[in-house]
């Protein structure tokens, strides 16, 4: 249910602000976690590369520095993972995968709670070097 490296693309994405640098750190994450799976090379790097880029685009514009802010954009960007993930599983692929609204933003709000511990840790642990 938890993803971490969807949560860890989203930090590095943001706190970077660097399109090009959250693109690379989301296919990177991404094709790391698909060589670990038994699932098809790429459908998680894709994803990913797209909500990397998303999330540092909007961490130019934005400052999510605060929990209330780091909730909605993690619960966003996971909502949007989960869709195009979908997306490229079943269309490109063929995967028979069942979508359900409910499972989906259950686990996108649990998430999101588990994304805002991560990240205040991830600051504190950053702030210190």
Same mark, same amino acid.
């Given at each position: 249910?938890?993803?971490?490296?969807?949560?860890?693309?989203?930090?590095?994405?943001?706190?970077?602000?660097?399109?090009?640098?959250?693109?690379?750190?989301?296919?990177?994450?991404?094709?790391?976690?698909?060589?670990?799976?038994?699932?098809?090379?790429?459908?998680?790097?894709?994803?990913?590369?797209?909500?990397?880029? *998303?999330?540092? /685009?909007?961490?130019?514009? &934005?400052?999510?520095?605060? +929990?209330? @802010?780091?909730?909605? $954009?993690?619960?966003? =960007?996971?909502?949007?993972?989960?869709?195009?993930?979908?997306?490229?599983?079943?269309?490109?692929?063929?995967?028979? *995968?069942?979508? /359900?609204?409910?499972?989906? &933003?259950?686990?996108?709000? +649990?998430? @999101?709670?588990?994304? $805002?511990?991560?990240? =205040?840790?991830?600051?504190?642990?950053?702030?210190?070097?």
């Amino acid at each position: 249910m938890f993803d971490l490296p969807l949560l860890v693309t989203i930090f590095f994405s943001i706190s970077r602000r660097n399109p090009i640098s959250g693109l690379l750190t989301g296919a990177a994450i991404g094709l790391f976690q698909d060589a670990l799976t038994g699932l098809p090379i790429g459908v998680n790097g894709v994803a990913k590369t797209f909500v990397g880029y *998303l999330a540092s /685009s909007l961490g130019v514009r &934005l400052d999510v520095e605060n +929990a209330g @802010a780091r909730l909605l $954009v993690t619960l966003v =960007f996971y909502v949007i993972h989960e869709i195009v993930y979908f997306m490229v599983a079943r269309g490109m692929i063929a995967l028979n *995968l069942q979508w /359900s609204w409910p499972h989906e &933003l259950g686990a996108a709000l +649990a998430n @999101a709670l588990v994304g $805002v511990l991560i990240f =205040f840790a991830l600051d504190r642990f950053k702030q210190r070097t």
